[in-house]
Nanobody, 123 residues
Framework: EARLAESGGGSVQAGGSLRLSCTGS????????MAWYRQAPGSECDLVSH???????NYEPAVEGRFTVSHDKDKNTLFLQMNNLQPEDTAVYYC?????????????????WGQGTQVTVSS
């Protein structure tokens, strides 16, 4: 059974950085369509970044230039490097593999999702 496990969340001040990790088991992440999503309190699930199996990336405009998604193939781990964090980046961040389009919440029956990791940015 495929599983994803996120780590690396935490609390930082505005302007700080965090690196989120998503480690896969039972699935090869670099061969999958991978995405990072986030959900802030009272808000719907938002796509933050996507990287396809060819390594092509795209980002939500609000994080373009600040966030970078990448793979460590040897560790079967997906990263999200987040720089210049702002209070509006506060959310639970999820990684997902080969997933469908989520609705209000960050989950779909299709694909695989991690449990989420909290990122809190204070001003």
């Amino acid at each position: 059974e495929a599983r994803l496990a996120e780590s690396g969340g935490g609390s930082v001040q505005a302007g700080g950085s965090l690196r989120l990790s998503c480690t896969g088991s039972g699935i090869t992440l670099v061969d999958s369509e991978m995405a990072w999503y986030r959900q802030a309190p009272g808000s719907e699930c938002d796509l933050v970044s996507h990287i396809d199996s060819d390594g092509v990336t795209n980002y939500e405009p609000a994080v373009e230039g600040r966030f970078t998604v990448s793979h460590d193939k040897d560790k079967n781990t997906l990263f999200l490097q987040m720089n210049n964090l702002q209070p509006e980046d506060t959310a639970v961040y999820y990684c997902a593999a080969d997933n469908g389009m989520p609705g209000k919440n960050c989950y779909t029956e299709l694909g695989h999702w991690g449990q989420g990791t909290q990122v809190t940015v204070s001003s």
